[in-house]
Nanobody, 115 residues
Framework: QVQLVESGGGLVQPGGSLRLSCAAS????????MGWYRQAQGKQRELVAS???????NYADSVKGRFAISRDNAKNTVYLQMNSLKPEDTAVYYC?????????WGQGTQVTVSS
C-alpha cells in the first residue's frame, strides 16, 4: 500500500521558517520524481517545487530564493525548507510522487503564515 505522509506544517509569523517532510512507503522512492504542491482556500492547487529522481529541481517563481526542496533516498523522504515566509504562502501543502505509473498524493499539511 502506497503512503505519503506529510508533517511539519503549522502557524508561523511572516519572515519565519518551516521545514516540511514527506515520508513515502510502498513505492520505489528513488525512481520517483517528488513534488510539493499547495492549495490556498478558494484557489487551484499549484506546483511549488519538484525534484526528479536524478536530482534536478524546479521551483515556482513565487518561491524561488526562499524555498528549497531536497530528498533523502536512504530515508524515502522529501523535504521542503521554507524561509522568509509570507502570508500569501498560507495553504495546505501536499506531497506528490510520480514515476511512469499513477501519481500518489499525501493527505496534506496546513501552513499558516500570520502575525
Amino acid at each position: 500500500q502506497v503512503q505519503l505522509v506529510e508533517s511539519g506544517g503549522g502557524l508561523v509569523q511572516p519572515g519565519g521558517s518551516l521545514r516540511l517532510s514527506c515520508a513515502a512507503s510502498g513505492i520505489r522512492f528513488r525512481l520517483h520524481s517528488m513534488g510539493w504542491y499547495r492549495q490556498a482556500q478558494g484557489k487551484q492547487r499549484e506546483l511549488v517545487a519538484s525534484v526528479t529522481s536524478g536530482g534536478p529541481t524546479n521551483y515556482a517563481d513565487s518561491v524561488k530564493g526562499r524555498f528549497a526542496i531536497s530528498r533523502d533516498n536512504a530515508k524515502n523522504t522529501v523535504y521542503l525548507q521554507m524561509n522568509s515566509l509570507k502570508p500569501e504562502d498560507t495553504a495546505v501543502y501536499y506531497c506528490q510522487g510520480v514515476s511512469f505509473g499513477p501519481s500518489y498524493w499525501g493527505q496534506g499539511t496546513q501552513v499558516t503564515v500570520s502575525s
